[in-house]
């Protein structure tokens, strides 16, 4: 009964997806569909490669403290890091002075309420602060951007597919429209207001170009402030901003896992000596046991008293 | 229960003694992993799934517990308090991170223990309430890890929530009203967020309990074995201590091994970016997918495209929860009274086929569903129900097996010609010739 029932639907659900791929195919062939600017046009992460990358990486404070001048006088304008707080500057190597000043110097201030009006009001940044957010709220985010909302910058590097490598390449990636993609799609042509990008999924970008002419940022370490090196330092500061703990995971990460493989080694050769024991147990019926052994004798003593 | 030739406890100091004659618990303990439950002695590694599935319930639950401590339920504050403890909770990156990924290996180390059962035929008398337990924890642990990954309320949270619980619209007449009642509202909101989180918290113990019901009623007939034959006497089996609990020691210690590589070295290798976005229910991602342990259920549901008789979406949902919902029948559907996949030669190709199958439905779930995707989900969703609607019980009617060995020590003693061989001609390990010349 099972068997019957089971079967009729069965052959309903099979039925039913076949004429699914039917149609399908029918559709497919009457209007193939068509290739799209984004399709022909989109540019996969250039290779980049950063000191934090593979399992044993390490965060370049330099360049890390590089690139967050390079937030800091350009990014910050617009793009807010709110998970982060000054304090955890500590981890790039900034003395605790160093900090305060960071934080007390900050050009947006911190959200506060007045002590003896109890209107809100502003105060400036401490250590235990995060980083504020440059707009009051969305709405005025948008009204100063073109009605573009320019992402929190704390977490992009994993939010993103590619990571520091997609943010290396869009920051270097702005170029003209390519006429032969304009000749070969009229619709895509970049609007007004927009940036062609093609490392950015649908290659048109409200960020206007952010880094644009070498020296944009003075280095406090001497380090030549190429276009190419800002958008590299500002890359890695971001992988650090996403992951601050990337560094203690990957340390703890090797002292546990060479424990585990002493541990499994230990375990393995422990399973080898008592499995030996049982392997032998198995001969109970083999042929050098006293009852097989006896077996074949009495075979040949039969076959003695035939002969 | 189990067998006769079962080890009795027999406490050795007089205070376990004093406290097995009050409480049985270390007698029960015995009779379960202990000395006293005999187990076919040629189990494969492919029976260590079932206690490695077990070892990642207890990280999830131990993990979560105290994630818990630290998470705060509410659609503002969810996604920022996780980002808390990833950034501020001492080694809370290493509990969070320890948590999604053991979600992941929970679900790789079950389905190999699922598809275990499919090839050896586990789901066969006398085991049919063993698998259908298993069934019913297996959806258990889907309906956990949904809730499980809505909770950082990211955008694949947010959206993912809101494609799942859509399925339920697609019931006639009361599909609408039973999603809102589910979801508390029109749309996934902070009354979703708290259910699902009070939910999550409360299904894990409830798998608990029913793992125990699953290994209660697997602990009556004992263990299957590669052979599928019974055992017959004491030979055939070990204690599962020390031998089982020696082979599932070392190999749990491998395969944490490899789930610490990804915990600490690619701990976001099996998760999507944009689960980093917290969510916002006015942008709707690109390309929405679940998690990956999803991904052939959801090419199935995507598999139906044409309105025929019932909606499209509708059919996709039967689909889908018919693709498990069969599993229950399995039993009455493969009827072969064989039980290993090694003695049924026809079985066997459709089973690696089906196993392909399922790998190419997880692949066109994670793709955009362009004509050519959609057409390798409709074929592969054609095999699936195919598959184990008409194919199997054909087989069990058609197929001869092969001959099966009259006992598990037999077996064993077939595949080990240098357990088996007499003294003098029994080779050096490495199983080269020059053993006679010594000796000589």
């Not at chain 2, 223990?113 to 789901?123: E, K, Q, V």
């Amino acid at each position: 009964m099972v068997r019957i029932i089971g079967f009729f639907v069965g052959l309903a659900f099979v039925g039913m997806v076949f004429i699914s791929f039917f149609v399908n195919i029918a559709d497919y062939v009457a209007n193939p569909p068509e290739e799209t600017a984004e399709h022909e046009f989109h540019k996969h992460p250039k290779e980049v490669h950063f000191a934090s990358d593979g399992p044993f990486g390490h965060f370049d404070n330099q360049q890390l403290q590089r690139g967050f001048q390079v937030y800091k006088e350009v990014c910050a304008a617009c793009h807010g890091l709110t998970l982060v707080s000054f304090r955890d500057l500590a981890a790039l190597g900034y003395e605790e002075p160093e900090i305060k000043a960071i934080a007390d110097q900050w050009a947006i201030q911190v959200p506060s309420v007045n002590a003896d009006t109890g209107e809100a009001a502003t105060r400036k940044a401490i250590p235990a602060d995060r980083f504020p957010s440059p707009y009051p709220n969305e709405v005025a985010a948008r009204a100063a951007n073109n009605n573009a909302l320019p992402p929190d910058l704390s977490l992009i590097a994993k939010a993103r597919e590619g990571g520091a490598a997609y943010t290396y390449s869009l920051l270097t990636g702005y170029q003209r429209q390519p006429a032969e993609l304009v000749h070969k799609f009229p619709a895509a042509k970049t609007p007004q207001g927009l940036y062609y990008n093609p490392y950015f999924p649908n290659l048109n970008l409200a960020m206007p170009p952010p880094l644009t002419a070498e020296g944009q940022v003075t280095y406090a370490d001497g380090t030549r402030a190429s276009v190419d090196q800002m958008a590299k330092d500002v890359s890695a500061f971001l992988v650090w901003t996403a992951e601050p703990k990337l560094q203690n995971r990957r340390t703890a990460g090797f002292a546990v896992v060479i424990f585990l493989l002493i541990g499994t080694i230990l375990g393995y050769l422990a399973y080898r000596q008592i499995w030996a024991e049982a392997k032998r147990k198995v001969r109970v019926t083999g042929p050098l046991e006293a009852e097989s052994q006896a077996k074949a004798q009495a075979a040949k003593d039969d076959q003695g008293v035939a002969g | 229960m189990s067998f006769a030739w079962a080890k009795q406890y027999e406490p050795k100091h007089p205070l376990a003694r004093w406290f097995d004659e009050r409480l049985p618990l270390p007698r029960l303990v015995h009779g379960a992993i202990g000395g006293g439950y005999p187990v076919p002695r040629n189990l494969n590694y492919f029976w260590n799934f079932g206690v490695l599935a077990g070892i990642f319930l207890t990280i999830q639950i131990v993990t979560g517990i105290v994630l818990a401590m630290w998470y705060y339920s509410s659609v503002d504050g969810a996604f920022n308090s996780v980002e808390h403890i990833m950034r501020d909770v001492n080694a809370g990156w290493l509990l969070r991170y320890a948590h999604a990924n053991g979600a992941s290996f929970f679900f790789i180390v079950t389905y190999i223990h699922i598809f275990r059962s499919l090839f050896y035929g586990s789901y066969k008398a006398p085991r049919e309430l063993v698998w259908m337990l298993g069934l019913v924890i297996y959806l258990l642990m889907m309906a956990t890890a949904f809730m499980g990954y809505v909770l950082p309320w990211g955008q694949m949270s947010y959206w993912g929530a809101q494609v799942i619980t859509g399925f339920f619209s697609a019931i006639p007449v009361v599909g609408e009203p039973l999603r809102i009642f589910l979801l508390g509202g029109y749309v996934p909101d902070q009354a979703s967020l708290t259910r699902f989180f009070s939910l999550h918290y409360l299904l894990p113990f409830v798998i608990a309990g029913v793992v125990i019901l699953h290994i209660w009623a697997l602990h009556i007939p004992g263990s299957s074995n590669p052979t599928g034959v019974d055992v017959r006497d004491e030979k055939d089996t070990l204690p599962f201590h020390p031998f089982y609990t020696a082979k599932d020691g070392w190999f749990a210690g491998l395969v944490i091994l490899i789930y610490c590589l990804f915990l600490f070295f690619m701990p976001n290798a099996l998760g999507h970016p944009d689960n980093y976005i917290p969510a916002n229910p006015l942008a709707t991602p690109v390309h929405i997918v679940p998690e990956w342990y999803f991904l052939p259920f959801y090419a199935i549901l995507k598999a139906f495209t044409v309105d025929f008789i019932l909606p499209a979406k509708l059919w996709g949902v039967l689909a889908m929860f018919g693709s498990i919902l069969l599993l229950f029948f399995l039993t009455w559907l493969d009827r072969s009274p064989v039980r290993s996949g090694h003695y049924r030669p026809i079985f066997k190709r459709f089973f690696w086929l089906l196993v392909a199958d399922v790998l190419l439905l997880g692949w066109a779930g994670g793709r955009v569903a362009s004509p050519v995707v959609v057409a390798v989900s409709q074929l592969a969703t054609a095999y699936y129900f195919a598959h184990f609607l008409i194919i199997l019980p054909l087989i069990s009617r058609f197929e001869k097996p092969l001959p099966l060995p009259n006992s598990i020590t037999e077996s064993v003693l077939h595949g080990e010609k240098a357990e088996s061989a007499p003294l003098g001609s029994k080779g050096r390990r490495d199983g080269s010739q020059a053993a006679p010349a010594t000796a000589g």
